[in-house]
């Protein structure tokens, strides 16, 4: 029995983790996703067994609620056999997921730049060799990664660094030549509404997704679709101190720790691109 959108989302406010996994894994992708693919079962089942993994951290999985990694790598075509790059995985969130999913017959790089969260990355591999082993950690920008080598480039929550330091043409451009003819870029980012000033984009962590948009498109990837699965309609996007207002930063402390987490994390845009095929 299929489960409506309007419907999954509302078990999502009310249910446990658990619970929420469970409704989330059962919502119609052809109705919430423009740009989809017909779903691919064997693909679904090996990402929904990665995201049961006893491995994931106690503290990351309760945030499948608002990450929905299932619906969100399903949308980016992601298969357990492909080579796939995670730009920036930071604490290794969705790390934790892409490993497990790829380790016997895809591969995983993880390109982070050096530093305190590439050497932070680097001891949580190590910790967990039986998971970790095959997943291969490189500096950014000095990858190493062969051009037209890869067949997926993920980056989640990003692309709003990238435009407040000013290095989003060189990476874009660089995710352009590791793919390969027809391999997927995947954006996941803070949304911004399209009638703010776009001043705001330096400095509250939100974008456009114009603005996402025009930068892929401007190193020439062509635009797929884009999913909703990560929206979040309670996130005004208009907080003093921007996104980190919101969970799980809660930046302003104990005051009103409460109205952030009953909104929880951000309204986020989720893009699909692809580099055209020669």
Not at 115 to 126: E, I, P, S, T
Not at 134 to 156: C, H, N, Q, R, Y
Not at 173 to 199: C, N, Q, S, W
């Amino acid at each position: 029995m299929k489960i409506s959108k309007s419907i999954a989302f509302g078990l999502i406010a009310i249910a446990s983790p658990v619970a929420m996994l469970g409704a989330q894994q059962a919502m119609d992708h052809s109705t919430m996703n423009h740009g989809a693919q017909p779903m691919d079962h064997a693909a679904h089942q090996a990402i929904m067994a990665a995201v049961k993994a006893p491995s994931r951290s106690a503290t990351n999985t309760p945030r499948d609620a608002y990450r929905h990694p299932v619906e969100t790598l399903m949308f980016f075509g992601v298969k357990p056999d492909q080579t796939v790059v995670e730009y920036s995985p930071g604490g290794g969130w969705y790390t934790e997921i892409l490993a497990p999913l790829l380790k016997d017959k895809g591969t995983l790089y993880a390109a982070q730049a050096p530093g305190r969260g590439f050497d932070n990355l680097k001891a949580k591999l190590a910790a967990t060799p039986d998971v970790y082993g095959k997943t291969k950690l490189v500096p950014w920008p000095e990858t190493g990664i062969p051009a037209d080598s890869v067949d997926t480039l993920l980056t989640f929550r990003n692309v709003h660094n990238m435009v407040m330091n000013g290095t989003e043409a060189a990476n874009f451009k660089a995710f352009y030549t590791m793919l390969k003819p027809g391999g997927t870029l995947g954006i996941v980012d803070h949304r911004l509404p399209e009638d703010r000033d776009t001043a705001l984009e330096k400095s509250s962590g939100y974008l456009k997704v114009s603005t996402v948009r025009r930068l892929a498109e401007a190193a020439g990837f062509q635009y797929v679709g884009a999913s909703e699965v990560n929206a979040n309609p309670k996130d005004t996007a208009d907080w003093a101190k921007g996104v980190w207002t919101l969970p799980p930063v809660l930046t302003n402390g104990e005051t009103d720790k409460a109205k952030y987490q009953a909104i929880g994390e951000s309204d986020r845009m989720t893009l699909k691109f692809v580099k055209p095929a020669k």
